[in-house]
């Protein structure tokens, strides 16, 4: 069933991407711009893409490479915009926990799994720290610009699935809203720095670094999941003050556009991944990125 499930999203996927390509026509031309039909296509990937484990940033280099999207010119910018609708989804799912977060600051010397989890979330986001360093953005840029590189990174991806969900189940082990341990933190805020990379999903790498740490599913992805809270906050920080340079050169509708449709997807693709997580039924995922990334190594530039 979760495979055909899969299926199904690969397909629709594909779909809304042929179907923005036929709608936008001259826009797909080489260095198009982001018209309002490539936006709604990008921002459905980002919403499917994101939770799911097989790097959204991948997936949106790559359908930036198919619209013939710049990343200088826009695509990176558009990225950044379309994850604060799937970080909307984060906030909605998780809306009790943040509730709770947001009150430490007010009792912050009173004990609670609140504030330790608070504590580990800080120090998980910590190494993004290094993404600040003069030059890893433009490198992140120059992978989204070459196919083949995110190509490389999806295998790498598949790999990482592979490996961690290969072990036995430690289902039941944890309780779910039990913090895990400062270096299991550090661990999966390592993890997660390395999925700055398109291609190398976020989701995926973080919950396989938990569960390589000794966490259960249900622990790993819901910890996953809100470190990517100041995660793409930062990222949105960074990327605004940029927008109020150029403020009087961006049409906002298509990222209007963007921003709402990767929110409601990926608050229906979030539902979906605990599930599947939960059941660790994730080898159609694998074999998705296998064959995704193998595409973009031979057909890519």
Known sequence: MHSLMLVRLAIAIATLSIAALAWAGQDTAAAAPLSVPIAAALGAIQGATEFLPVSSSGHLALGQALFGIDPEAGGHRFSIVAHGGTLLAVLWMYRRDVIELAQVPLRPLTPSPARTMLLMMILATLPLGLVLLP?????????????????????????????????????????????????????????????????????GSTIAAGLALGLSRSAAARFSFLI??????????????????????????????????????????????????????????????????????????
Do not use: N
Not at 184 to 193: D, E, P, T, W
Not at 231 to 238: D, E, Q, R, S, Y
Not at 258 to 282: D, E, P, T, W
Not at 283 to 293: E, R
């Open 228 to 301: 990517s809270i100041p995660a793409i906050l930062g990222a949105i920080v960074l990327e605004v003050a940029k927008l109020g340079e150029e403020a009087g050169t961006i049409d906002p509708v298509p990222y209007i556009v963007g921003f709402v449709i990767s929110f409601v997807v990926g608050l229906a693709c979030l539902r979906l991944l605990l599930r599947l997580v939960s059941s660790g039924r994730i080898g159609g995922f694998v074999i998705y990125l296998a064959v995704v990334g193998l595409a973009a190594v031979v057909l890519g530039s």
């Open 135 to 203: 030059g890893i953005e433009d490198a992140i840029v120059t992978v989204e610009s070459h196919p083949r590189l995110v190509g490389v990174c999806l295998l790498v991806t598949a790999a990482i699935l592979w490996f961690a969900f290969s072990r036995p189940s430690e289902a039941g082990r944890d309780d779910e809203s039990e913090p895990p341990p400062p270096r299991s933190a550090v661990m999966v805020g390592l993890a997660q720095l390395c999925a700055v990379l398109p291609g190398i999903s976020r989701s």
